[in-house]
């Protein structure tokens, strides 16, 4: 069963860059249908989109944090990372990885899910 | 950005209750686009719906969805202890925004 998993310091100090990875098993991320997502969850409130990619490096953002975003993806690891610029305490929330359905080449939902990891802000 | 309105922000049922819970949307999306999902504390999302009907593998037929346009609908049959947690909407038509939830409490 396809497995996703975070990886990453929990602690990022204000307008400092926040990095995850997220490593794939028992699945490529190669796989011609499906694109990579992250997903963060402030404390006590909803989701929200940050960002998916496609093995061959297409990325769609979040217009609200296109400006600070980037999602790489690693083939030869099967992996891939996400990069938050300039964080501020309101960034402080709980990171997942997942993989996004494509669907007439566009994005679809999240059928699998990593466990998430918390990412705080803080000096 | 299609902003995604869930209602209502709680709902407290009994087991065995039926739930019906509502996602409206600002603009009209495709139901190829709608999905739902299920979160309990400490866990990440669920799928349980895709397509605005379509059940994910493993969920159980109590659950069903439906709907078109703006108004979508998730409906739990027969409420089980295990069903009491949080549900989101997510749209994808334009962008992809999640609902801000309902949370399904026990009474």
């Known amino acids: 069963q396809l497995q996703l998993q975070e990886s990453g310091p929990g602690l990022v100090k204000p307008s400092e860059t926040l990095s995850l990875t997220c490593t794939v098993s028992d699945g490529s991320i190669t796989s011609n249908s499906y694109y990579w997502g992250w997903i963060r969850q402030p404390p006590g409130k909803g989701l929200e989109w940050i960002g998916s990619?496609?093995?061959?490096?297409?990325?769609f953002y979040n217009p609200s944090l296109e400006s600070r975003v980037t999602i790489s993806a690693d083939t030869s690891k099967n992996h891939f990372s996400l990069n938050l610029s300039s964080v501020t305490a309101a960034d402080t929330a709980v990171y997942y990885c997942?993989?996004?359905?494509?669907?007439?080449?566009?994005?679809?939902?999240?059928?699998?899910w990593g466990q998430g990891t918390l990412i705080t802000v803080s000096s | 950005e299609i902003v995604l309105t869930q209602s209502p922000g709680t709902l407290s049922l009994s087991p065995g209750e039926r739930a019906t819970l509502s996602c409206r949307a600002s603009?009209?999306?495709?139901?190829?686009?709608l999905a739902w999902y299920q979160q309990k504390p400490g866990q990440a999302p669920r799928l349980l719906i895709h397509a605005a009907s379509s059940r994910a593998t493993g969920i159980p037929d109590r659950f069903s969805g439906r709907g078109s346009g703006t108004d979508f609908t998730l409906t739990i049959s027969r409420l089980e202890p295990e069903d009491f947690a949080v549900y989101y909407c997510?749209?994808?038509?334009?962008?992809?925004?999640f609902g801000g939830g309902t949370k399904v409490e026990i009474k």
């Open positions: 603009q009209s999306i495709s139901s190829s686009y």
């Open positions: 997510q749209q994808c038509g334009s962008s992809l925004t």
């Open positions: 997942a993989r996004n359905m494509r669907f007439l080449e566009w994005l679809s939902y999240f059928d699998y």
């Open positions: 990619i496609y093995y061959d490096g297409s990325t």
